[in-house]
């Protein structure tokens, strides 16, 4: 990930300026994985606002190398130390490290996973989340599909080519599970309240129960669980 390409515009044009729902969720998640006061990392943490979050539950590190980031970090997440340079860190340091729509930016995503894996303490778990092609959201959205309209994604690999390079990383798979279906309309003849009361009802009741528990392939995005052994 390039500092210089993710700028205020990219993050506003984005929604991803501003805390939102699905970071909720994602923190709740996040609290199932380790124990309170557990050292944490986010790892390309953008504005802050995931980072802000796990500060709440964790000592929490948040590591980024966008300028307009760092600058925003530092206003909205004041209670986690800033990392600008991962390599600045010491092997073994995090019970957690998230990773939540970073991966598919890096042209060489099993770099970033090895990089994961050295800051991990054994036993440790990384949860990332990417967009999955072979996902419901893209099989109904085709060209339109929201991973698409973003040019700095480079690395939009499939449900088992992810999988692979966590093994290259040295990171075991727990399980995977998806986010659901939230980009509507996906259809011109259904009207958008009915599909967000049917095909969004998956997102909602993971949401409701704060878990992630639907087959992979049920969503736009992938969410991997693994672990360092």
Not at 14 to 35: G, K, T, V
Not at 107 to 122: G, K, N, V
Not at 142 to 150: K, P
Request: charged letters at 25%; aromatic letters at 10%; one cysteine or more.
């Amino acid at each position: 990930m390039e500092p210089g390409e993710y700028s205020r515009d990219y993050y506003e044009g984005n929604d991803q300026d501003d805390d939102r729902i699905a970071l909720w969720h994602y923190e709740r998640l996040a609290r199932r994985l380790a124990e309170p006061g557990s050292r944490v990392l986010d790892y390309g943490a953008g504005t802050g606002w995931l980072a802000r979050r796990l500060s709440k539950h964790f000592i929490t590190d948040a590591f980024e190398p966008s300028a307009h980031a760092q600058d925003a970090i530092t206003l909205n997440a004041p209670h986690a130390r800033l990392q600008t340079r991962s390599s600045d860190i010491a092997s073994e340091t995090y019970d957690l490290v998230t990773s939540l729509h970073v991966l598919e930016h890096v042209p060489q995503p099993s770099e970033a996973l090895s990089e994961i894996h050295r800051l991990l303490r054994r036993n440790g778990r990384a949860f990332c989340v990417v967009p999955n092609p072979d996902g419901w959201g893209h099989r109904l959205k085709g060209n339109a599909w929201f991973a698409y309209t973003d040019p700095t994604h480079v690395s939009l690999l499939s449900r088992e080519e992810w999988v692979r390079t966590f093994e290259r990383a040295r990171l075991s798979i727990d399980r995977l599970s998806t986010d659901g279906l939230w980009d509507f309309p996906y259809s011109r003849h259904i009207p958008k309240a009915l599909e967000m009361c049917t095909l969004g009802a998956f997102a909602g009741l993971q949401l409701l129960l704060g878990r992630a528990f639907f087959p992979a392939d049920w969503g736009e995005c992938l969410l991997v669980f693994a672990s360092k052994s």
